[in-house]
């Protein structure tokens, strides 16, 4: 019989059934006539270059990669080589939002806002006093806009050095603050924390832009960085009054909820002011449309292309670790130069992500996933093959990788591991089976587990399974 494995099942000691999302496995929906879809290890990340700090934001602008490092802004090269242009300041743990005009590049770094011309290479703070704290900002129709917490402001058309405090506008409907500040189709969504708010631009002396009152959304973001542009809406991480964070897209009054049981469980695990500093990005790249939420100790990634693909809600989960979960060391996300570029949040290296190694800048992480439970309308029964099939050879080269197997009886405790190899850099032929693998009485989930060096997909889950009558 065949068993799946794109997602798991387990308990806790509530007791609830939960998800076990695959672990630095990423589920690709393919009808290979083995099974409707597989299991491919995560990207791994190589390291091309250091910079002059932690990485902390980047933005491709006219095919150059722009990102800033510790309090620099600096250009990345193909070839990882680090140019530093100027200082931006800010807190060197903090994010920056960058955005582009024509003929600038903004950044919004430690509550100031900075220009980079590349014509002069100079790099400019806009200091007029009525610009005030910027927390966020975005680039529309010729204005840089930005927000205080309070209100909508924006710089002159004809000088973003200049702010006229006459020309402020404000997020009113709800008397919720302005967390940051997105634009989809040229309209301004002020994200609240309890309601996200559209604006278009009409004109007039004043403050440029009016509310568009039936595109309001009826929930808000938790934090400056939760929030992104992903499968042309706005994906976020928030909730309305009076609810349990979650994750949404949003559009035009509308809004879709992303985040499964699961996932709203796993959110419940952080406080407000963690869940405040979380970022979200969006990664199109081959067929996959990806929404990476970088939590404090893990990212978890929902798949919309493969959710259609499948009928159902596909996430998995990255961490930089062996043993448990760490925070997932992929950052800032950049598509320049045909590569992925991304900054390491716990170093000065960057680098660019890779499918021909599961290593994270150099290092072992590991990788599980677990099947559904199998049930035997009550009934026993002995298991005595079960086989992953799937794609070997593709190993670390030198290496004999192992693969382990154990099984619970009960979603909670699971048996000691049984361990195979996967075999060697080339050995395409090599079959993944384990022999007695014991039994059940009532029902069982298996888990399987491995590390980077295993480098192998799996596309289905076969068990030889004997039934018994009790």
């Known amino acids: ?22 672990v630095n496995m990423v589920p690709v929906p393919k009808q290979s006539g083995i099974s409707n879809g597989f299991l491919r290890p995560g990207d791994g990340i190589v390291a091309n270059g250091t910079g002059p700090g932690r990485d902390r934001g980047g933005i491709n602008w006219n095919g150059i990669c722009y990102r800033v490092m510790g309090t620099k802004l600096v250009i990345v090269a193909s070839d990882g080589t680090v140019t530093e242009l100027g200082d931006v300041g800010g807190p060197v743990n903090t994010l920056v939002t960058m955005d582009y005009s024509f003929e600038l590049l903004a950044i919004a770094s430690g509550g100031r806002l900075y220009f980079w011309d590349p014509v002069t290479s100079t790099l400019t703070q806009n200091t007029d006093p009525d610009l005030g704290t ?14 205080d917490g309070e209100f909508l402001i924006v710089t002159e058309l004809s000088d973003p050095l200049q702010v006229n405090p006459l020309k402020y506008g404000s997020s009113e409907v709800d008397p919720d603050p302005v967390v940051a500040l997105l634009k989809l189709r040229n309209e301004v969504y002020a994200l609240n924390r309890n309601t996200i708010e559209v604006f278009d631009n009409v004109g007039g002396a004043l403050f440029p832009f009016a509310r568009i009152d039936g595109a309001q959304v009826q929930k808000g973001v938790i934090g400056t ?17 009076n609810e349990a964070p979650g994750i949404y897209v949003g559009a035009a009054a509308t809004t879709q909820k992303l985040s ?14 963690q869940l405040a500093l979380v970022k979200l990005e969006a990664r199109n790249d081959k067929s996959h449309q990806h929404l990476y939420v970088h939590l404090p100790d893990r990212t978890v990634v929902y798949d919309a292309a493969a959710s259609e693909a499948l009928g159902d809600q596909v996430w998995f989960t990255l961490t930089s670790t062996i043993v448990g979960f760490s925070k997932y060391r992929a950052r800032n996300l950049v598509w320049a130069y045909d590569k992925w570029l991304v900054g390491d949040p716990q170093s000065n290296a960057i680098g ?31 298991f005595n093959r079960l086989e992953l099939v799937s794609l070997t050879g593709s190993v670390a080269i030198g290496k004999n990788p192992q693969i382990s197997t154990s099984y619970s009886t009960d979603g909670q405790s699971w048996s000691q591991d049984r361990t195979i190899s996967v075999g060697t850099t080339g050995n395409t032929a090599k079959r993944l089976a384990w022999f007695q693998q014991g039994n059940m009485r009532n029902w069982r989930i298996q888990r399987f587990r491995g590390d980077s060096d295993a480098h192998v997909s799996f596309m289905r889950l076969e068990a030889q399974i004997e039934a018994l009558a009790f």
Do not use: K, S
């Open 225 to 241: 960085q939760a929030c992104c542009v992903y499968i042309d809406r706005i994906a976020f991480l928030g909730g309305g009054r």
């Open 260 to 273: 499964t049981q699961e996932i709203d469980e796993l959110l419940l695990n952080y406080t407000e002011a």
């Open 1 to 22: 019989m065949q068993i799946p494995i794109l997602n798991g099942i387990y308990a806790d000691a509530t007791p609830e059934l939960r998800t076990a999302y695959p």
């Open 352 to 382: 660019y992500l890779v499918q021909d190694t599961g290593h994270h800048w150099g290092q072992q992480v590991r990788w599980e996933f677990g099947t559904l439970i199998v049930y035997n309308e009550g009934n026993g029964a002995i």
């Open 134 to 147: 910027v927390l966020d900002f975005c680039w529309v129709d010729g204005y840089f806009m930005t927000t």
